[in-house]
């Protein structure tokens, strides 16, 4: 069973700009109660997509520079990534059936 993936500021772009996968990163916080709803949907996620997708986290605490450049203003923030290219994120929880189909929908949007 596959889990998440922990990113730094050292390793964002190792870990998620040059990733062979698509990354789905979340930006989230220990003191963040919509952080702590959502770590369930994302290890599923990671498990269940783990031959396709990378899910990550970074805790925007600290890792204040990849925070600001990419330009994070809450938490939790989901990104999606795919071949070093930010292609879309969206701010707060949500149900597991909802960011996968607005993960989805950035991933098919990218290949056309």
């Not at 520079?65 to 290219?85: D, H, I, K, W």
């Not at 701010?91 to 991933?107: F, I, M, P, T």
């Amino acid at each position: 069973m596959s889990s998440s993936i922990t990113v730094t500021d050292e390793t964002f772009e190792r870990d998620v700009l040059r990733s062979e996968k698509p990354v789905l990163l979340e930006f989230w916080a220990e003191w963040c109660p919509p952080c702590k709803m959502i770590a369930p949907i994302l290890e599923e996620i990671a498990a269940e997509r783990a031959d396709s997708l990378t899910v990550a986290k970074i805790d925007t605490d600290t890792n204040p520079e990849t925070v600001r450049n990419c330009g994070v203003m809450a938490n939790p923030t989901l990104s999606f990534y795919r071949n070093g290219q930010l292609l879309g994120s969206v701010v707060g929880a949500r149900a597991k059936s909802k960011l996968l189909a607005e993960l989805d929908a950035a991933l098919l949007s990218a290949v056309r």
